[in-house]
């Protein structure tokens, strides 16, 4: 006959790595979470610079929305000046883990608001 003693342990040692493996999992997602609200609030803030120095042409303004967006640790994908509105979009790299780099992109538009509706 058999005895089943250290079983318990065994199951419990599988459990808990089984956990430790879904803690990273959900770190890593709120990892690109996070890196993904960035990239929002680095397009938000570039486009709103850029319609700020339209005054001063379409090239400054794209100019210092790429200055904002890189102190944010993004970089500008593009830049698109239509009349008096801007809009950017940027991207960023992302570590997620074991499964490698992801680009995360987000883009924002700014300009006067349009009383007419």
């Known amino acids: ?8 342990t065994a199951f419990a040692c599988i459990a808990l790595a089984g956990l430790i493996c879904l803690t990273v999992l959900v770190g890593q997602v709120g990892a690109v979470v996070v890196a993904r609200h960035r990239a929002q609030a680095a397009a938000d803030l570039g486009a709103l610079a850029a319609a700020g120095l339209l005054v001063e042409g379409a090239e400054a303004g794209c100019a210092e929305a790429g200055v904002v967006a890189g102190r ?34 987000a883009s924002a538009r700014a300009g006067p608001v349009d009383e007419s509706g």
């Open 1 to 8: 006959m058999r005895g089943d003693g250290g079983g318990a």
């Open 72 to 105: 944010m640790g993004v970089g500008v994908r593009r830049c698109v000046v239509q009349q008096w509105d801007v809009v950017v979009g940027v991207e960023a790299n992302v570590s997620f883990g074991v499964f490698g780099v992801r680009t995360v992109v």
